[in-house]
């Protein structure tokens, strides 16, 4: 099974600000990796798939990069309602897994 | 509109059996991969178990393999989990997801349906 590991676990940032949220491999995963976002009470959101592709009407402050085992979600300006967790998802191989996830929290 | 309404969650005793349904909506059901992803209280997701679009390719977490088994009709635009043997690690809510993109990525999530498993 492929480990994701997210960091750090948890960012504290003011809005306008820049976020950069990590995730880390067990082994390569070669670009299939996705980033979703989560709010309190809600499902999870589509960012990103396939390591930088925006999912459709996802804003373009946020953005994907990496490649292998280390991957980055950025979101370039923080705007309130991005205050959430975000997790990585992995499709290389079965089990898809889930990175434990990041908590961005308000500063 | 893509709709997942989820329904069938509820409260059963370790051993028990469940089955919940996923009604879909707003999208050409029959050419997507559907799957069921769970989240147990205050935790992160885990993957249960997707199911391709005819049905030909599923596959199981081995946390669930040989208890749960998850199955589509196409014709009702609808996805299902029966859950046997529940175990109280089993407690979660189960969001029932789309496909997109590609086989692996979710692109449409339920609201989910709260499994509750306790004696």
């Known amino acids: 099974e492929i480990v994701l590991t997210q960091s750090p676990v948890t960012l504290s940032l003011s809005p306008g600000e820049r976020a950069t949220l990590s995730c880390r491999a067990s082994q390569s995963v070669s670009s299939f990796l996705a980033w979703y976002q989560q709010k309190p009470g809600q499902a999870p959101r589509l960012l990103i798939y396939?390591?930088?592709n925006r999912a459709t009407g996802i804003a373009a402050r946020f953005s994907g990069s990496g490649s292998g085992t280390d991957f980055t979600l950025t979101i370039s300006s923080l705007e309130p309602e991005d205050f959430a967790v975000y997790y990585c998802?992995?499709?290389?191989?079965?089990?898809?897994?889930f990175g434990q996830g990041t908590k961005v929290e308000t500063k | 509109e893509v709709q997942l309404l989820e329904s069938g969650g509820g409260l059963v005793q370790p051993g028990g059996s469940l089955r919940l349904s996923c009604a879909a909506s707003?999208?050409?059901?029959?050419?997507?991969?559907m799957s069921w992803v769970r989240q147990a209280p205050g935790k992160g997701l885990e993957w249960v178990s997707p199911?391709?679009?005819?049905?030909?390719?599923?596959y199981y977490a081995d946390s669930v393999k040989g208890r749960f088994t998850i199955s589509r009709d196409n014709s009702k635009n609808m996805v299902y989990l029966q859950m046997s043997s529940l175990r109280a690690e089993d407690t979660a809510l189960y969001y029932c997801a789309k496909g997109g993109y590609s086989y692996g990525v979710i692109d449409h999530w339920g609201q989910g349906t709260l499994v509750t498993v306790s004696s």
């Open positions: 199911i391709s679009s005819s049905g030909g390719l599923i």
């Open positions: 396939d390591a930088s």
């Open positions: 998802q992995q499709r290389s191989s079965w089990p898809w897994t």
């Open positions: 707003g999208f050409t059901f029959s050419t997507y991969a």
